[in-house]
């Protein structure tokens, strides 16, 4: 729905600046909607488990979420992890997606006017579903993967202040799926620094990155980034 609605703005631009004179070709417009990118709408961060992000955090934006359950998981079952704002309309904000949620999993996103995890999971209540209250987002999404079976997904959702650490502890779980066995993060570190070397003092974080063409980490402060 984001992507949809958002297009047809552009379009309508487009169409108006082309009647003023610019020269937009047809081959202009394709060429920017297939490159085109909108990290934290109904983003799919993982496959395995399947883990959505979406930053929406206002009745609007929960409509536009509803919309895309409907379409692109119909009938599956969805842990929730969900965090927001205490000034926020999130009851309204929640009645319009709990009815596609199987579980929620609440956490605090990392910003002072957050809704302690333990109030809004209190508040969710209402809705009869199991909720699990966490006291990081990392710890949230550690759990929201366990409780969640493989046919399932996971949709978080409610506030773009927890949307950066998720995808640090994704990638973090993604790094560790492909350590060899028997081979320590240290180990790892070095061989990838072999076909791409990067010194971690140019960097003040770094999770995934590629250097010429090839995939690399980072260690940063001890820790394998």
């Given at each position: 729905m984001y992507w949809f609605m958002a297009?047809?703005?552009v379009l309508a631009v487009v169409e108006t600046?082309?009647?003023k004179g610019w020269n937009i070709s047809r081959q202009n417009i394709y060429d920017g909607i297939r490159d085109v990118y909108w990290p934290g709408r109904f983003e799919i961060v993982s496959k395995d488990p399947l883990f959505i992000i979406d930053g929406g955090h206002n009745p609007q934006c929960?409509?536009?979420l509803a919309e895309n359950i409907r379409s692109y998981l119909p009938g599956r079952g969805l842990t929730a992890l969900v965090g927001?704002?205490?000034?926020k309309d999130y009851m309204d904000m929640f009645s319009m997606v709990a009815p596609y949620i199987t579980r929620f999993v609440t956490v605090t996103p990392d910003n002072p006017r957050a809704l302690p995890a333990a109030e809004l999971a209190k508040a969710l209540e209402i809705f009869g579903k199991p909720t699990t209250v966490c006291e990081t987002v990392e710890e949230g999404v550690r759990t929201a993967i366990t409780q969640t079976p493989q046919e399932e997904a996971v949709v978080a959702f409610g506030s773009l202040y927890m949307l950066g650490t998720i995808r640090e502890e994704m990638a973090q779980a993604e790094l560790k799926k492909t350590i060899p066995a028997g081979m320590t993060k240290a180990d790892y570190a070095e061989y990838k620094f072999n076909s791409a070397l990067i010194?971690?003092?140019d960097f003040d974080m770094?999770?995934?990155g590629r250097t010429q063409g090839k995939g690399c980490y980072c260690y940063v402060n001890g820790v394998l980034k």
């Open positions: 297009l047809a703005v600046l082309t009647q929960m409509e536009s927001v704002m205490a000034d010194e971690e003092d770094l999770i995934m």
